[in-house]
């Protein structure tokens, strides 16, 4: 199995993060795909993966949230700071990047959200990176995916990570370059437009994902997730898709290998 988006560096990990890691191990987690939010998690997250734990793949980029409490007159040295960064060894991916009406839109107005999403684009296409798309909140997916139609995403692709937009706007998103990410809303009995967009996907698109520390699956909830617990978010693709969950287990960890190079 392949945890394909887990923020293992976030502090609500750090406390027990060998036993965090031990357990994902000992349930067949054979990698994990961790994307940075802000600047100043990169480092802490590459030497993570490269000292603690070198099964783990970090993707670097610059999250919505991250601009709420950065000022807008130091985008350009972020985005230069971004593009040392994304080409150093071991580099997976380009993000987290995306849209978010959740967050300060005074301090992060959709329009510079999408100035950094554009540079985030262009340097995965210039490196040959896929792309670690976030969408959330009201309008999010609809303008996402216009901003994505008018502009080419590179030949390496992306992915939209925990999909939560419905099934009609993935009909659009299928004639993108993007594969689909689900996390512990797969297992949700009440999460119907998740479960339907999970049938929709094709199986060589198809991904899972913790997005650990959040979006716990059941039976676990309340609490905190963690990569373990990727089985029972697969058991979920497996029970919406009426398929099984070793064929899902094997089909989603095949299509994280290939998207982000892991060998």
């Not at 054979?30 to 970090?58: F, K, M, Y």
């Not at 709420?68 to 350009?76: H, L, R, Y």
């Not at 993108?176 to 689900?182: C, E, K, T």
């Not at 959040?214 to 693709?237: K, M, S, W, Y």
Request: proline fraction near 8%; charge should be neutral.
């Amino acid at each position: 199995m392949i945890d394909s988006h887990c923020h293992l560096d976030d502090p609500r990990l750090a406390a027990d993060r060998a036993q965090v890691l031990w357990r994902a191990r000992a349930r067949g987690v054979t990698d994990i795909v961790v994307p940075a939010v802000d600047r100043a998690s990169w480092a802490r997250l590459r030497e993570l993966c490269a000292t603690g734990a070198p099964w783990c793949h970090p993707a670097v980029g610059v999250h919505p949230v991250a601009l709420v409490d950065a000022p807008g007159g130091s985008d350009e040295a972020l985005l230069d700071a971004l593009d040392t960064e994304a080409r150093r060894p071991g580099t997976v991916g380009i993000g987290e990047c995306g849209l978010d009406t959740t967050v300060d839109l005074g301090r992060a107005p959709l329009a510079r959200q999408e100035r950094i999403l554009s540079a985030q684009l262009d340097l995965a296409r210039a490196l040959g990176l896929p792309l670690v798309l976030h969408a959330r909140g009201p309008g999010c997916y609809v303008r996402l995916l216009d901003f994505l139609e008018a502009r080419p995403i590179g030949p390496a692709g992306g992915v939209l990570h925990s999909y939560g937009g419905g099934a009609e706007l993935l009909r659009r998103y299928l004639e993108l370059p993007l594969s689909f990410g689900f996390a512990g809303p797969a297992t949700y009995v009440t999460a119907h437009k998740v479960r339907s967009s999970i049938r929709m996907v094709p199986a060589a698109l198809l991904l899972a994902e913790t997005d650990a520390p959040d979006q716990t699956p059941e039976p676990h909830r309340p609490g905190r997730n963690e990569p373990a617990f990727v089985a029972e978010v697969i058991a979920g693709l497996a029970a919406a898709r009426g398929e099984d969950p070793v064929g899902v287990a094997q089909v989603t960890a095949q299509n994280a290998r290939r998207l982000f190079r892991l060998g």
